[in-house]
């Protein structure tokens, strides 16, 4: 999150920032953009790498980085007939993330959902947003997510696969496909949004 600016934050800037929100909120953790790395002194901090891919330089050059496994799997995913499928509904995106079970989907709750929706209906007004659908060869779904545009980076806002999707390496292939077509819109940067579970850093 941010602070985020549009002239040069200093150290000032995000000393009262955090002064601010500690004064009137409290004890918080929040995870403060790259841009304010060093500037936050005075405050307990842990660094946390950034999960980006760059995405000024030609494509072969962005896809070699990936590892030799990643490749595999995608190459793999794209000769078993996936397709993939653009939504206009964003309520799409928050079923599939439910139908996944798990403690994760008890702790969001009905509010944080809800809460989620209206940022998916606001990002979609107020950005460049896609939600891309990953099917099987037979129609069924994979994989969905969502992507918000702004500034020329990219985020990764949510996304949910199913146990089939990982079978096929759905969720990569759509990360890999996602890549190529927001490389070609002239984005400069793919953020996976820093989620620091570690399965979530191995999958991205």
């Known amino acids: 999150v941010g602070p ?54 030609p494509l072969d050059e962005i896809r070699k980085a990936y590892s030799e496994n990643l490749r ?3 190459k793999k995913a794209g000769k078993s007939g996936l397709t993939l499928h653009l939504l206009d509904d964003a309520e799409e ?7 996944q079970g798990g403690a994760h989907v008890g702790q969001i709750g009905e509010g944080g959902f809800e809460k989620l929706n209206a940022l998916l209906h ?12 990953v099917r099987d060869a037979e129609g069924h779904v994979l994989y969905t997510a969502f992507f918000s545009v702004f ?6 806002v949510k996304g949910a696969g199913t146990e089939t999707a990982k079978k096929y390496g759905a969720g990569h292939w759509l990360m890999d496909q996602m890549i190529a077509r927001f ?6 940067v793919f953020d996976f949004g820093g989620a620091h579970a570690e399965n ?5």
């Open 4 to 57: 985020f600016s549009q002239t040069e934050l200093t150290q000032t800037d995000v000393y009262r920032f955090l002064d601010f929100l500690n004064r009137r909120i409290g004890k918080v953790t929040l995870y403060l953009t790259p841009q304010c790395t060093g500037l936050a002194e005075g405050f307990n901090g842990t660094l946390r790498h950034s999960q980006t891919v760059p995405l000024d330089k």
């Open 183 to 188: 490389h070609a819109e002239g984005c400069t």
């Open 200 to 204: 979530v850093r191995n999958f991205n």
């Open 151 to 156: 500034g020329g980076t990219v985020l990764y």
């Open 93 to 99: 995106v928050i079923s599939a993330f439910k139908s």
């Open 122 to 133: 606001n990002l979609q007004t107020h950005t460049h947003s896609l939600i891309p659908q």
């Open 72 to 74: 595999r799997n995608i």
